[in-house]
């Protein structure tokens, strides 16, 4: 029986060299949430793939679900998006914004509308404190009212909410 093939949009976060060739990407996705997705033979230089999957690319990827991963079978760079979250001014922020989704969202997590926030923070013009609070209300590390306070008052929010958590 053959292995049904998705396509969703996503962002790397990063990733992990394993074996000599191969990387597993930590992507958060459209359609499943957080995924970790093994991309066989990325590191080859022959490989089609290569250019496409690296750390804050905005891609159209090929899935099939696999045993242990999910695995890749294309992957398209969805260039106006990549451009935007790896300009100089933008991407020191996305880059701390995917560490902290790494972070906090542990495993896979199907969660489409945790996706469709942190896309939207990347495309608003929000400050990164109102980002970052953004994202901790969406996974229940603040409440809703905290997004209202002042900056001073926000980040007090953010950081308790982050010191209490452990992370």
Request: aromatic share 10%; with cysteine.
């Amino acid at each position: 029986m053959p292995h049904q093939h998705y396509d969703t949009e996503g962002f790397v976060l990063g990733h992990i060299d394993v074996r000599e060739s191969s990387r597993i990407l930590y992507v958060l996705t459209e359609k499943f949430g957080l995924i970790f997705a093994l991309a066989q033979g990325v590191r080859e230089t022959k490989s089609k793939m290569r250019t496409n999957l690296q750390d804050y690319f905005c891609l159209r990827l090929g899935l099939v679900r696999g045993k242990e991963f999910w695995r890749v079978t294309s992957a398209e760079e969805i260039p106006w998006m990549s451009n935007l979250i790896s300009s100089p001014e933008v991407y020191p922020k996305v880059s701390r914004i995917f560490s902290l989704v790494r972070r906090l969202v542990q495993g896979e997590a199907i969660d489409p509308e945790f996706y469709s926030g942190v896309k939207e923070v990347l495309l608003g013009k929000d400050s990164e404190l109102v980002a970052v609070a953004k994202i901790l209300k969406h996974l229940g590390y603040l409440k809703a009212e905290s997004l209202k306070l002042e900056d001073t008052e926000l980040l007090q929010a953010v950081n308790y909410s982050l010191a209490s958590s452990q992370l």
